[in-house]
T-cell receptor, first 110, second 116 residues
Framework: SQQGEEDPQALSIQEGENATMNCSYKTSINNLQWYRQNSGRGLVHLILIRSNEREKHSGRLRVTLDTSKKSSSLLITASRAADTASYFCATESYGQNFVFGPGTRLSVLP | KAGVTQTPRYLIKTRGQQVTLSCSPISGHRSVSWYQQTPGQGLQFLFEYFSETQRNKGNFPGRFSGRQFSNSRSEMNVSTLELGDSALYLC???????????????FGPGTRLLVL
């Protein structure tokens, strides 16, 4: 069953602005990850946050995790045209396969 | 280290035919997972293999099958192709850590299958 659900489905911003994407899930998890996919290509791992962590940073990326609300957010600061892609959250639970959400399509306009 | 490779990259088949896709994981990775990606259904998990054994399976018909070899390379096979099987098939490899968790998956570029 689909676990991760991203919100919004699509987001369009200007270069330099920040982009925030949200992910909700339904069951207990071991970790949550964010991936990026450029049009029609493989997914690239961005960041992993474990269930006992609340926030992680990697370059211009900031991820938060709220296990009480079963939600996570991905913030991309100072966005660039090259950030244009689809972003997916994925959850991993013990004994279960990875579950990916439907993704957020981000367009960064020059 | 070389990344995950998938062959072929593009494939055109007709209904009723069968197809075999190949995936070579990152060296040292023993877990290989397969996903189907379509515009309508998104990324759907097909199956995961670890040390030549299927660990998890998604909700796909028996026409979809896979296997893993002793060198961790994996193949997936789709028999009796249907139009709806047209999709991007992605393979991902990972380490499996203590407790059975994969954590980060590394994806290949995918095989785009078109069924006519």
């Amino acid at each position: 069953s689909q676990q991760g659900e991203e919100d919004p489905q699509a987001l369009s911003i200007q270069e330099g602005e920040n982009a925030t994407m949200n992910c909700s899930y339904k069951t207990s998890i071991n970790n949550l990850q964010w991936y990026r996919q450029n049009s029609g290509r493989g997914l690239v791992h961005l960041i992993l946050i474990r269930s006992n962590e609340r926030e992680k940073h990697s370059g211009r990326l900031r991820v938060t995790l709220d296990t009480s609300k079963k939600s996570s957010s991905l913030l991309i600061t100072a966005s660039r045209a090259a950030d244009t892609a689809s972003y997916f959250c994925a959850t991993e639970s013990y004994g279960q396969n990875f579950v990916f959400g439907p993704g957020t399509r981000l367009s960064v306009l020059p | 280290k070389a990344g995950v490779t998938q062959t072929p990259r593009y494939l055109i088949k007709t209904r009723g035919q069968q197809v075999t896709l190949s995936c070579s994981p990152i060296s040292g990775h023993r877990s290989v997972s397969w996903y189907q990606q379509t515009p309508g259904q998104g990324l759907q998990f097909l199956f995961e293999y670890f040390s030549e054994t299927q660990r998890n399976k998604g909700n796909f018909p028996g026409r979809f099958s896979g296997r893993q070899f002793s060198n961790s390379r994996s193949e997936m096979n789709v028999s009796t192709l249907e139009l709806g099987d047209s999709a991007l098939y992605l393979c991902a490899s990972s380490l499996v850590r203590t407790g059975g968790f994969q954590e980060t998956q590394y994806f290949g570029p995918g095989t785009r299958l078109l069924v006519l």
